[in-house]
């Protein structure tokens, strides 16, 4: 098993209550030559966490920095113009991502940290501030 010391969190980067399927995204980073989809874990509107990229894999979600992490992606991240960024979790999300955060946690390093993709990349994804939110996990 590879060593896992960090969390990235990340958006699809679709509209608000727009539901995207793990099978969706995985065409789209085909399309961009990844040898599958790039996140680990995708965690759709209603809560349900899919499984993405084989977590023993690195994933392919931010430059520089997949060897050692696991990334999330939340459905959604910007409004329903997709004119702008927007923290559009649902509250079956958030609490989705916090036990799956927990998990990971308890089952492959207590010291592990958690970002947001937006403090490795010139980007607003995943539209909320991670440090914030879960500087207390």
Request: proline content about 2%.
């Amino acid at each position: 098993m590879r060593k896992i010391d960090k969390i990235i969190i990340h958006c699809s980067a679709t509209p608000e209550d727009r539901e995207v399927s793990v099978k969706t995204i995985r065409k789209w980073h085909l399309q961009r030559r990844f040898s599958d989809i790039g996140y680990h874990y995708v965690i759709q509107l209603d809560g349900k966490i899919s499984n993405g990229r084989p977590i023993e894999k690195n994933g392919a979600h931010c430059s520089y920095n997949n060897i050692g992490s696991i990334g999330i992606c939340y459905v959604g991240g910007m409004d329903k113009d997709m004119k702008k960024s927007k923290d559009t979790r649902t509250q079956a999300q958030k609490n989705s991502l916090i036990k799956l955060m927990h998990e990971l946690i308890y089952k492959y390093n207590k010291d592990m940290t958690i970002h947001g993709h937006n403090e490795f990349a010139n980007k607003a994804c995943p539209s909320f501030n991670v440090q914030e939110e879960y500087a207390n996990l």
